[in-house]
């Protein structure tokens, strides 16, 4: 079992930056996918970006070019970067382990 934590969220203006972290509980050596999920209200949870154990990484099509998603094995850490922020990606971000352990999630609110 593994407990997430998510940070880094809060408000900031189109076009800025913020970078979200998710520190697990335990190593996440051996964990082979971590990921980054938005839910924005009223809609479904939808993916952002996936992270596999070798270094491979999958992007949303709406985020390519902006978001990057990387790994700290050793600080039991996944990161997302997020730059050219739009009010679109206004969401609570979700990180994951696999597909069973969920972080609490932290909010992000890009405003005109």
């Known amino acids: 079992q593994v407990q997430l934590v998510e940070s880094g969220g809060g408000l900031v203006q189109v076009g800025g930056s913020l970078r979200l972290s998710c520190v697990a509980s335990?190593?996440?050596?051996?964990?082979?996918?971590m990921g980054w999920y938005r839910q924005a209200p009223g809609k479904q949870r939808e993916l952002v970006a996936t992270i596999t154990s070798g270094g491979g990484r999958t992007y949303a099509d709406s985020v390519k070019g902006r978001f990057t998603i990387s790994r700290d094995n050793a600080k039991n850490t996944v990161y997302l970067q997020m730059n050219s922020l739009k009010p679109e990606d206004t969401a609570v971000y979700y990180c994951?382990?696999?597909?069973?352990?969920w972080g609490q999630g932290t909010q992000v609110t890009v405003s005109l």
């Open positions: 994951s382990a696999g597909i069973h352990y």
């Open positions: 335990r190593s996440i050596f051996s964990i082979l996918v």
